[in-house]
């Protein structure tokens, strides 16, 4: 158990950089999803605290110690890999005890802790077969096993559900969780599924090109995304984005003008959003989440500045409720409409957007708008 | 689609017919051949097998076939792997690779040549053309009869020879499993606590066990047959003679068939479970894939 801490950290693999100046402060027994797409550099900060990349620049502290030189077999961590690299000449019991047995603990403390992983996980009945004779889900169960027994510090998943299936995925997830709730122990977890990162992480770090784009919690990040990056990877399906210009009438009241529609801001979001003024008459990037559009034959009660006609290409039911692909002149958005919604595939239909929840970022920066 | 079975055997009878012809019947008639007179005429029943295993001269081929068996598998394998590992980790691993793989170009007579031209030996005050000899006189020694001291000098000169020009190949074959561990594995293992010495004993070498078998096996194949170096360098002289060699000198040189057959014989028959081990790997191999 230890918090671990980077310090600036930064990896260079030849002219290539891998990570940028990553800061990230993870007190003790905290769940930290790392997540963003492939190649933005969150397998290899993993990899730098396990001590199986170096580190070019920065440091790396695991509970008070710099570990920066220090070899992974003396860090205290363990490790659960993608493809779970279990050993495959020994059998599920041995592959748990592996790491014990080359700390040499007594063989009935081995057997203890042995035992009890493989209880917690349910695998007591696989402890003498080889890897070969389980199927993905026990693999999987066995390598978190392998990283249990050790009590290390800190555990570090690399993408430890990404060859499981879609509902043993689910599964998964949730004992995962489950398993951090009981062993109270720091987890840095590597993904670029944004719905565990969701799900699972007591605080999300969004990553894209080496660089952190945002750290916080969940709720957080997906209803204060710093950046249109942030916005529309958190979140499915993801945020809407249309290119709109401000406008500000003779009574001080905000609209977002697009050659679809032309809506108002809300007063409350308008005093949230102090720098709104500077981008009167400029463009910005108005950004909808799906389930904030609404169908307007359902929620009656929507404000009329806030409602206009659009043209549906495609719906998609989905039973519990409908996607519903709207064109706006050039650009097309994803509603996802109450399952009672009539629609059908190239009507029109009269739109809501609830205001209150929409984003606005900087077209240059793409930063949020403060 | 159904195919007669008539026709099925048709395809296979040229194979059938020709493997029959070059492999089965030559292996039997050679076993028929072994129970012969010097002549293969003559019933002499276990005569040549009685002489197979007692004189002077089989004792001497079964030993030295045994010291080649041990030796020279244990430092090709064992040498082989060591290179396997070390190449895998030095920048020019290519051409370190090549130049160790290239004594197998080289033919095991032209080998034989060129090694006894480096154990060359002239008495102590003549000029050593040796280039062992030569170096051994240049630090101040005696001159070596390199490939007349028996029974270890000269044995273990021969068998030296058998290694440099097989284990490139046993360092091929091995580096190739070697870099088939996944990364992962060995990363898992690091993790896990395992220092580098650990990493391969407990994780690398279990990993390409299967693959080392086979290496082995073929090398003992590869040593039970050995003739080329022993007919060019000594002859089987000095103490050196081996199995192979001594088929051929009852065959070609006593012209004694029906020793020379016995000797087949026994060769055939100690090759063949190594030979079956292989088959029977090489098939689970093809299954595990």
């Known amino acids: ?370 | 689609m159904r195919v007669s079975r008539s026709w099925t055997w048709s395809f296979v009878a040229p194979a059938l017919f020709f493997l029959g012809l070059y492999l089965v019947y030559p292996t039997l008639a050679t076993i028929h051949t072994s129970f012969l007179d010097r002549h293969g005429e003559g019933w002499v029943g276990l005569t040549n097998y009685v002489y197979a295993f007692t004189s002077p001269a089989m004792r001497t081929a079964f030993r030295n076939n045994l010291l080649w068996m041990v030796v020279f598998t244990t430092v090709t394998v064992g040498l082989g792997l060591l290179l396997a590992v070390l190449t895998d980790r030095v920048r020019y691993e290519g051409v370190a690779k090549s130049i160790i793989f290239l004594p197998m170009a080289v033919s095991f007579v032209g080998a034989g040549v060129i090694w006894k031209f480096v154990y060359a030996y002239n008495p102590p005050g003549a000029n050593q053309i040796g280039l062992l000899n030569q170096i051994v006189v240049a630090l101040g020694g005696e001159p070596v009869g390199w490939l007349l001291e028996q029974p270890w000098v000269n044995n273990l000169a021969l068998i030296m020879v058998g290694i440099w020009i097989w284990t490139g190949f046993a360092m091929v074959i091995l580096s190739a499993a070697y870099k088939g561990i996944p990364k992962e594995l060995k990363e898992a293992a690091r993790v896990d606590g395992a220092s580098e010495w650990q990493l391969f004993w407990h994780v690398s070498l279990p990993y390409i066990q299967s693959t080392i078998a086979v290496v082995a096996t073929t090398m003992i194949i590869n040593v039970l047959k050995i003739f080329d170096i022993v007919y060019v360098m000594t002859n089987g002289n000095f103490g050196t003679e081996v199995l192979a060699n001594r088929m051929y000198k009852e065959m070609f040189q006593f012209r004694n068939f029906g020793r020379a057959g016995a000797v087949a014989v026994i060769l055939f028959l100690a090759i063949l479970p190594l030979m079956l081990l292989n088959i029977h790997r090489f098939r689970r191999q093809e299954v595990e894939r």
């Open chain 1, 1 to 370: 158990m230890a918090k671990v801490v980077l310090e600036n950290v930064t990896k260079r693999f030849g002219d290539v950089v891998a990570v940028k100046d990553a800061n990230i402060d993870i007190p003790d027994r905290e769940f930290v999803v790392l997540v963003g797409p492939s190649g933005c550099g969150k397998s290899t900060t993993l990899r730098m605290v396990a001590g199986l990349e170096e580190v070019t620049e920065g440091n790396i502290y695991i509970g008070d110690t710099l570990v920066n030189d220090i070899p992974p077999k003396d860090r205290d961590i363990a490790m659960v890999f993608q493809n779970y690299a279990l050993y495959p000449h020994m059998d599920v019991y041995n592959n748990m005890a592996f790491g014990l047995k080359l700390r040499k603990f007594p063989k009935d403390e081995i057997d203890r802790r042995v035992k009890e992983a493989a209880r917690i996980l349910g695998i007591e009945n696989l402890l003498h077969r080889k890897p070969k004779e389980l199927s993905g889900g026990q693999r999987q169960r066995v390598a978190v096993g392998r990283a249990i027994v050790r009590e290390p510090k800190v555990f570090l998943m690399d993408e430890p559900l990404s060859n499981l299936d879609a509902k043993l995925r689910v599964q998964m997830r949730a004992e995962l969780s489950k398993l951090h709730n009981r062993l109270q122990t720091t987890i840095i977890y590597v993904t670029h599924d944004q719905v565990e990162a969701m799900t699972m992480g007591d605080r999300i770090v969004v990553m894209k090109d080496g660089v952190i784009q945002q750290i916080g919690a969940p709720l957080e990040i997906y209803h204060k995304p710093k950046n249109i990056f942030v916005a529309g990877f958190i979140g499915s399906p993801a945020m809407n984005f249309v290119e709109v210009v401000i406008r500000k009438d003779e009574q001080g009241r905000y609209w977002v003008e697009h050659e679809a529609f032309k809506l108002r801001i809300p007063d409350e979001k308008v005093r949230e959003l102090q720098d709104l003024p500077k981008y009167v008459d400029k463009k910005a990037v108005f950004g909808i989440r799906p389930e904030n559009i609404e169908d307007a034959a359902i929620v009656p009660d929507g404000r009329e500045d806030a409602t206009f006609v659009a043209n549906v290409d495609v719906v998609e039911p989905m039973g519990a409720e409908i996607f519903a692909y709207l064109n706006l002149g050039d650009q097309s958005v994803v509603a996802r409409f109450d399952p009672a919604s009539t629609v059908q595939d190239g009507q029109q239909v009269r739109v809501y957007f609830q205001m209150e929840k929409m984003y606005l970022f900087d077209p240059e920066t793409e930063e949020a708008v403060a």
